[in-house]
């Protein structure tokens, strides 16, 4: 190339700076600290390293022709090059973005506390996960929880393609929004989302609720037929965690009447208002009376429909005399995705009925958060039993949370019991 020339001097030097760039990307203890990828699990790391080295290996292959083609060619190339340069920033872009997002959710785990205690939300993660998958012939993703600020948790599924779309998501990765880590249910909703994508619970779901629901209203069954992947969710994290599962989820839509009474065309959350009675009378489905219908008196009370616009009260209004309809279809009618078995034939809301959890307590006392034994034996109904009695003892609350917290990191390194 003649530097003489100005602008191939320019385009020699961005190539340059893009080779330095993309090799900068994949010193990986520079993206996450090398505690925090020691805490991983080693086969989760080969993972994410393989897939982020292939991406940008195919980047510094094409980098390198674009250098080839400039290093050879007459001043009349130069413009061709300059475009696919563009193009390759931009791929270039992506793949940072994408990583970026790993490193910043891998260096949540950045100090030991944390460490072991995400490691712990990993494991009940994949057990909640295997609860569904494993009996109907699907093993489960790894998963990679993380914490980050905001009110609601959220997750990265497992096999989806990441704003680089030749980069396949290698985990379950589930952020736990901060102020919720000690009261984790959502992490079950989360896990509730994958086993829908693996399973097409959700395609399903929606189709039984608008069969549900069409002799009634077509607009009525085709909304709640929108809401299904939600909903799916939301059944899954209850069937593991009962009334918790509820609470929590009251405790982060409880917002102003304006979010708690929105309505918005083809947004898959449900209205607030009828997505939190939804999961009481789930709550009424399985086990009867009990303290969610005082939650669901004082959410009506907060949230009067007087407040809501005329179309949305009146979707509400429509919906709620069917929700006993609905909660059938969610945890008791048979769907060709589960099995052609309806999902409390796996997972039995009953076994985390209050007065159940209740029974557990007493059998394991204060064992249950130390003892191997029960760790490996129920962790999935300690967590439901922790988030209950958060909610139903509050002047317990911070205690409760912070055995919790001290059961969450011993419990990873333990096998499941048999």
């Known amino acids: 190339m003649n530097d003489a020339d100005p602008r191939r001097a320019a385009l020699r030097r961005q190539l340059d700076h893009w080779r330095r760039a993309l090799e900068a990307l994949l010193r990986f203890d520079e993206i996450a600290a090398a505690d925090a990828w020691a805490s991983l699990a080693p086969d989760l790391v080969r993972s994410i390293r393989l897939r982020f080295d292939k991406a940008a290996g195919r980047l510094m292959a094409e980098l390198t022709g674009l250098e080839r083609r400039a290093a ?8 061709d090059i300059e475009e696919q340069l563009v193009a390759l920033r931009q ?35 994949v057990l909640s996960m295997q609860r569904l998958l494993a009996p109907l012939g699907h093993p489960a993703p ?12 959220a997750i990265m599924k497992a096999g989806l393609r990441l704003w680089d779309p030749t980069v396949l998501s290698p985990a379950a990765t589930i952020k736990i929004a901060r102020h919720n880590l000690m009261r984790p249910t959502a992490l079950i909703h989360e896990t509730g989302h994958q086993v829908a994508h693996i399973l097409g619970w959700n395609e399903a779901l929606a189709d039984a609720l608008e069969d549900a629901l069409s002799g009634e209203s077509p607009e009525l069954a085709r ?80 949230y009067p429909l007087a407040d809501a616009d005329a179309e949305v009260a009146a979707l509400m209004r429509a919906s709620l005399p069917m929700l006993p309809r609905l909660v ?4 008791d009618t048979p769907l060709p995705a589960l099995g052609a078995r309806a999902l409390s034939h796996w997972i039995d809301p009953a076994e985390v009925a209050p007065p159940v959890l209740q029974r557990l307590a007493l059998a394991g006392g204060s064992a249950l958060a130390r003892s191997p034994y029960w760790s490996a034996a129920e962790p999935l109904r300690i967590l439901a039993l922790s988030g209950l009695q958060m909610v139903t003892q509050p002047a317990r609350a911070t205690a409760i949370a912070e055995t919790q917290q001290q059961w969450l990191q011993r419990l990873d390194p333990l096998p499941v019991a048999a």
């Open 72 to 79: 050879s060619a007459d001043g009349g190339e130069t413009a």
């Open 91 to 125: 791929r270039y872009s992506l793949l940072e973005t994408t990583i970026d997002f790993y490193g910043d959710a891998i260096n949540s785990r950045s100090n030991p506390v944390m460490q072991r205690t995400l490691a712990g939300l990993d494991h009940l993660a």
């Open 142 to 153: 790894p998963v990679l929880s993380y914490v980050d600020r905001g009110l609601g948790a």
């Open 223 to 302: 909304v709640w037929a929108g809401w299904a992947s939600e909903i799916a969710a939301d059944s899954y994290a209850f069937a593991h965690t009962g009334y918790a599962a509820v609470a929590n989820l009251h405790d982060v839509l409880a917002g102003d009447a304006d979010y708690v009474l929105r309505f918005v065309p083809g947004d898959p959350h449900p209205v607030s208002y009828v997505r939190v009675l939804l999961g009481v009378e789930m709550c009424n489905a399985a086990y009867g009376d009990g303290p969610w219908r005082g939650l669901a008196q004082a959410w009506v009370e907060r």
């Open 328 to 331: 059938r279809v969610c945890l």
